[in-house]
């Protein structure tokens, strides 16, 4: 689903009793039916500003429906859209009357991070099966956001990045907007006489609550908006033509290291060593039929120009996931999505070469990626941690996906993921299936097989070094083998209600390295449901819900790992403000007593574990959005194998000023004591300031600082000497951009990084670099 629904205020454990609050719904002129799109020989001007003559024989629609947060209610302020074609252009216009103009919400921005803002745009179908939908928005300044919605995994990804051209302007009615959309940028079957879309026309109003309303009606019990849409007929004779491009990159920097030895006092600090790099690369886009796409790269430049986002890594078992940016891995990602992911392509980190192919006929839809890699990079994975590990060698890393749409209830799907190298392979082979008999049951299912092999020399590598935790090193001798694992999930929905079911199991010897997958040696069920009230004019609040699940988890030898019971109450009122607020009891052991058995029942101590979470957000003024994330907990020390006391607390502002100046700022806390004395203090800051100039360049400044600090006087004796009293590290970057479009760019930065330990007496650089990137898109 599109942006509005990212937060799903889902609702109640299932037992309470079912009944529901309907507002008054106002008679709508809306079209779920099938509409004629009108084809014009006319040239149009993208401008915002709606004169050409053709637009008066455009097909004219209303969006005058509030589908969120109400449902089918009569949208308070006028709203209409004019569509037509040339055969190689969807031309859309939008006419979004306002009353109050000073009120619209507008500022320059980078592509696809506009969701405050007004916002008009346009969803579509193009194989009107329901499984895909393209989308398209712009704000009344004209940046874009675009993105593909995904049915089968109920997610929606901005990864996908058309070549589109928009406009708006803001007048005394509102504000205007124009879309040309190449139909050579989308996927479809240009074989047929007459093309049949799903789409809906959607305005986004961000007042006192942000209203989404469209053209069309929609059931909220139903999940599935895709399937809910009305019908675009038109476009005879429409083709894609070669849909070629070209993108040749140059990529040049330099990048300062040096070695800091900051474990002996005093420390010692190395000279610094330099690494030039001066590289030419091409990527290439081929619409090899309309249905078709490869993606190929030679000597590709696979850089995060973006900083990530800081995470603190305090009192934590497992690795923690870090979202991909890089645009390769991005392009058609979705087509290897399945309920249980199995491409995590961030564990891919320095390829020399890579090549994709996506595509979609009929029914049967498929992907395919293969690149190398310097190194493999993989989960080492446990029931009660997990860690990282590397092999030196140049490995080759492949995902396949088949899908195959039985009809609009039933698909059936395949993947098979490989990596390998001299001395390791992991293959994993994966079924899945989707049932949904209709609009409110759901059936996911996915069975899972991989064999894994890795040489002795890092079986004992991983057993013997020291690097890795106790767990690990037992787990290596069980590395090499084949096991399965699967999947099965049911969701039932209604307009006010919900129930949910999910079983996962993973065999001992399960490995999925394409993919995060942190555990193994487990099955865990979860059982949860909720309930939903909707609020009405006489209502301060228009949404409430109370939601909660129970789950338990075991190793495959039955042992009991963890059981969880949690329960949440959202609400959402005024000035755009969402509270949430939960309780979770949870028993869970420790870490294992004997390390040298991997045994857990007798071998373990279990702890409970109390929580009370809160997250409140809202905007007290148009251009300021504040959030806070709380908690107060008795948490487990994983270092001590104790319960402590924990308070931690993520306050988040966004500021705007004018149309140009934004920061975001977040600063997280986390601080556990034992019988009252402190046990660590964590405390992470995270700071972007961004100057945008206009709809294509900014100046972005990025500081990511962390600091922990430990009382080791208040740790055990024997687990002392495996911490550090004190570290702290900061990470800066300033990247200039230029883009014309999202292949066409100019990026030229600076980042530098330093840390400190107890032994150094200041914060130190350890590593700095100078970089630049240009691509040139020809579309031929």
């Known amino acids: 689903m599109d942006k509005s629904l990212s937060v799903k205020l889902t609702a109640v454990l299932f037992g309470l009793s079912v009944f529901s609050s309907h507002g008054n719904v106002a008679s709508l002129h809306t079209e779920n039916t099938q509409i004629h799109i009108p084809k014009t020989s006319s040239n149009i001007t993208i401008d915002g500003q709606i004169t050409e003559k053709a637009w008066q024989n455009a097909k004219k629609v209303y969006i005058n429906n509030i589908t969120y ?53 346009i969803k579509i179908d193009t194989y009107n099966d329901h499984a895909l939908a393209y989308q398209f928005f712009i704000n009344p300044l004209g940046t874009q956001t675009d993105s593909i919605e995904n049915e089968l995994t109920g997610r929606e990804s901005a990864a996908w990045n058309g070549i589109w051209e928009s406009a708006g302007q803001i007048n005394d009615q509102g504000y205007f907007v124009e879309v ?32 989404r309303i469209s053209n069309m009606r929609v059931d909220q019990g139903n999940n599935c908006w895709i399937c809910q849409m009305p019908t675009l007929k038109g476009f005879a004779g429409a083709k894609q033509g070669n849909n070629l491009t070209v993108v040749p990159t140059f990529v040049s920097g330099i990048s300062e290291e040096r070695e800091i030895t900051a474990d002996q006092a005093p420390p010692l600090i190395g000279e610094w060593t330099d690494e030039k790099n001066n590289q030419l690369g091409m990527d290439v886009k081929w619409g090899i039929t309309p249905d078709v796409t490869l993606n190929a790269t030679i000597n590709p430049d696979f850089s995060q120009v973006e900083a990530d986002s800081g995470q603190l890594n305090v009192n934590n078992t497992f690795a923690l996931f870090t979202p991909e940016k890089r645009a390769f891995f991005l392009a058609n990602e979705d087509y290897f999505k399945t309920p249980v992911d199995l491409v995590y392509t961030r564990n891919v980190q320095a390829p020399s070469y890579g090549g994709k192919i996506t595509g979609k006929v009929d029914e049967h839809s498929f992907a395919a990626f293969v690149a190398d890699d310097e190194s493999s990079l993989f989960l080492l994975p446990g029931n009660l941690g997990s860690n990282l590990f590397e092999i030196d060698e140049t490995t080759t890393n492949g995902a396949f996906r088949y899908n195959y749409m039985v009809n609009t209830d039933v698909n059936v799907g395949g993947t098979a993921t490989i990596r390998k190298n001299d001395s390791y392979h992991n293959y994993l082979t994966s079924i899945d299936t989707k049932y949904q008999p209709d609009d409110h049951n759901r059936l ?27 767990e690990q090193e037992l787990r290596a001798a069980s590395i090499n083998g084949s096991d399965i694992a699967f999947r099965i999930n049911y969701e039932h929905n209604r307009r006010d209600w919900f129930f949910r079911a999910n079983h996962m199991n993973i065999g001992e010897a399960f490995r999925a390295d394409l993919a995060f997958f942190n555990n193994t040696d487990q099955h865990k069920t979860v059982i949860g449901g909720g309930r939903i009230w909707r609020g009405d004019e006489n209502n301060w609040w228009t949404r409430m819900s109370l939601e909660g699940d129970i789950d338990a988890t075991f190793s495959q030898d039955g042992e009991k790992i963890e059981e969880e019971a949690e329960m949440f109450f959202n609400i959402n009122g005024p000035r755009r403000s969402f509270i949430r607020h939960g309780v979770i009891v949870r028993n869970k052991v420790g870490n294992r007593l004997d390390t040298s058995n991997l045994a857990i029942e007798g071998n373990t101590e279990t702890f409970k574990e109390q929580e009370f979470r809160s997250w409140m957000e809202f905007r007290p003024y148009p251009n300021v959005w504040l959030g806070n994330f709380f908690k107060f907990a008795e948490n487990l020390d994983y270092a001590n194998s104790r319960l402590g006391d924990v308070i931690a607390f993520e306050p988040r502002v966004t500021l705007n000023l004018g149309k140009h100046i934004e920061t975001r700022l977040s600063y997280k806390f986390n601080q556990m004591e034992y019988e009252g004395a402190e046990v660590y203090t964590a405390n992470l800051l995270d700071l972007r300031m961004n100057y945008q100039f206009n709809i294509r360049s900014f ?82």
């Open 180 to 211: 040309a959309i190449p139909l050579r940028i989308l996927n479809f079957n240009d074989g047929l006489d007459i093309q049949q879309w799903g789409f809906e026309l959607i305005r986004f109003l961000p007042r006192e609550e942000r209203y």
């Open 699 to 780: 100046l972005r400044l990025s500081v990511v600082r962390y600091d922990i600090q430990r009382n080791l006087i208040n740790y055990l004796p024997e687990v002392r000497e495996d911490y550090s009293e004190n570290y702290k590290s900061i990470a800066t970057q300033l990247l200039f951009s230029y883009k014309v479009n999202p292949q066409t760019l100019f990026f030229v930065g600076y980042s530098e990084g330093s840390f400190q330990t107890e032994e150094l007496t200041k914060l130190t650089k350890d590593r700095r670099s100078v970089f630049l990137k240009m691509s040139y898109a020809w579309i031929l």
């Open 69 to 121: 947060p109400q449902e089918n209610h009569k949208s308070p302020v006028k709203t209409e859209a004019f569509m037509l074609q040339d055969g190689e252009t969807l031309y859309v216009a939008f006419k979004a009357f306002d009353p109050n103009p000073e009120a619209i919400r507008a500022v320059l921005t980078d592509r696809d991070k506009n969701w405050d803002d007004d916002l008009v745009g």
């Open 444 to 470: 996911d299912i996915q069975y899972m097989v991989s064999d894994t092999y890795l040489s002795d020399i890092y079986v004992n590598e991983i057993a013997n070094s020291g690097d890795y935790s106790d």
